[in-house]
Nanobody
């Protein structure tokens, strides 16, 4: 089970850190990904990481601004977001899967979303 938190309202150029707490980890959730969905748009891939932290993947739109990391002791995956833009406004979801993927359909376990609003 995955639970996302940390969303909020931030001004453009600001930073925010999202957390995804995992319980009952199994091999089926070896990879944790972050997705986001803006109003009226499809859910899109943001970043993903293996629990070991050895492999990461980022969408081009966030590369260099967002950083994904893990804290295995806390069973938590973080998404550090910097230089935020109004177009980053969305509900952010974390999801688990056995393998890397970039499509929502690739991920089998989903947490509830957390809203990030970036004001201009």
């Amino acid at each position: 089970q995955l639970q996302a938190s940390g969303g909020g309202l931030v001004q453009a150029g600001g930073s925010l850190r999202l957390s995804c707490a995992a319980s009952g980890r199994t091999f089926s959730t070896d990879v944790v990904g972050w997705f986001r969905q803006a109003p009226g748009k499809e859910r899109e891939f943001v970043a993903a990481i293996t629990w070991s932290g050895g492999h990461t993947d980022y969408a081009d739109s966030v590369k260099g601004r967002f950083a994904i990391s893990t804290d295995n002791a806390k069973n938590t995956v973080y998404l550090q977001m910097t230089s935020l833009k109004p177009e980053d406004t969305a509900v952010y979801y974390c999801a688990g899967n056995a393998l890397f993927g970039r499509l929502p359909a690739d991920f089998s376990s989903w947490g509830q979303g957390t809203l990030v609003t970036v004001s201009s």
